[in-house]
């Protein structure tokens, strides 16, 4: 299942977005999909993930929890990432991926990276 972001722009602080991650196939067979970002100049980061088996479970980075939302629509095969309260050091192109995790806060990226989908905030 190839997973494509989409759905950046530029947006002024305090501003909001939604990202989707399109799936080629059943995002159930997944398993867990994550939103990662990167900054110029700065290391990929994990922001959420989402299970995308029965149940959903939610997962956000500290710099991101209360202000931003993972979900899932199966008829869609899409994962969104809801993002409020937008900061701009939230910039960064921002990519989905198949993630598994090791159970203690650390989620590792299982695909190849796609493209991205750039998202501005200007303060």
């Known amino acids: 299942v190839q997973l494509q972001a989409s759905g950046g722009g530029l947006v002024q602080a305090g501003g909001s977005l939604r990202l989707s991650c399109a799936a080629s196939?059943?995002?159930?067979?997944?398993?867990?999909i994550g939103w990662y970002r990167q900054a110029p100049g700065k290391q990929r980061e994990w922001v959420a993930s989402?299970?995308?088996?029965?149940?959903?479970?939610?997962k956000y980075a500290d710099f991101v929890q209360g202000r931003f939302t993972i979900s899932k629509d199966y008829a869609k095969n899409t994962v969104y990432l809801q993002m409020n309260s937008l900061k701009p050091e939230d910039t960064a192109v921002y990519y989905c991926?198949?993630?598994?995790?090791?159970?203690?806060?650390?989620?590792?990226?299982?695909?190849?990276w796609g493209q991205g989908t750039l998202v501005t905030v200007s303060s």
């Open positions: 991926n198949a993630v598994d995790s090791d159970g203690v806060g650390d989620y590792f990226a299982l695909g190849p």
């Open positions: 196939g059943s995002i159930f067979v997944v398993g867990q």
């Open positions: 989402i299970t995308t088996t029965t149940g959903g479970t939610t």
